[in-house]
């Protein structure tokens, strides 16, 4: 699973309220993402990492925030929820454990956050 | 923008049969393909992959086949199994860093 860990794995919450999800690795790959997984659309990038405290957007970034002030945990912000962001989000991983090179694409997911905006 | 489909949604075989997974893509800039398998409830679980100055790839029971001149991707898996029941995405490489482009998916049901 390349020790890839979501948390919380649930979650329901009230419209209007912060949300924070939280991607834990522990074989320090540089490259980290997150993406939502809705019906019909498949996964979708939402922010990626290059690096400590490098981010940059997805293709559905609006209304989410990231923060990455450590290799091993990436951080997605839902600064006010609302229930279109109501989805499954998986976070990935890729590139050399160790940062040792840059070619490698593969991209390794975590188990999936389930959350649920009332 | 550029995208990855898929030409079949859903795909049901008998155990034991070969199966053929199809995919198309759209951008002949893509270098990189993955496909991947995801079971009821969990991520995506990384197969096989394969580099765009590649044909065929083999693994252990799958193949991936490109063919580049009508932006094409399979996945043959073969003595299907019970437990290769899932939904099976294949994603391109379009940057040099490595964001992935999905496809929708495409059910596989085995039955037994």
């Known amino acids: 699973d390349a020790g890839i860990t979501q948390s919380p794995r649930h979650k329901v919450t009230e419209t209007g309220t912060p949300v924070t999800l939280r991607c834990h690795q522990t074989e320090n790959h540089r490259y980290m993402y997150w993406y939502r997984q809705d019906p019909g659309h498949g996964l979708r990038l939402i922010h990626y990492?290059?690096?400590?405290?490098?981010?940059d957007k997805g293709e559905v970034s609006d209304g989410y925030s990231v923060s990455r002030s450590k290799t091993e945990d990436f951080l997605l912000t839902l600064e006010s929820a609302t229930s279109s962001q109501t989805s499954v989000y998986f976070c990935?991983?890729?590139?050399?454990?160790?940062?040792?090179?840059?070619?490698?694409?593969?991209?390794?997911f975590g188990p999936g956050t389930r959350l649920t905006v009332t | 923008g550029e995208s990855v489909g898929l030409h079949l949604p859903t795909l049901s075989v008998q155990e034991g049969d070969n199966s053929i997974i199809n995919c198309a893509y759209s951008n002949s800039a893509s270098d990189y393909f993955i496909w991947y398998k995801q079971e009821s409830g969990k991520g995506p679980q990384f197969i096989i992959d394969i580099r765009s100055n590649m044909d065929k790839r083999q693994g252990q029971r799958v193949t991936v086949l490109l063919n580049k001149t009508v932006k094409h991707l399979s996945l043959q898996i073969a003595a299907t199994q019970p437990g290769d029941s899932a939904v099976y995405f294949c994603a391109e490489k379009e940057t040099s860093y490595g964001k992935l482009t999905f496809g929708q998916g495409t059910i596989l049901t085995v039955h037994p």
């Open positions: 990492s290059y690096g400590v405290k490098d981010t």
């Open positions: 990935a991983i890729s590139g050399s454990p160790g940062g040792r090179g840059t070619s490698d694409y593969e991209q390794y």
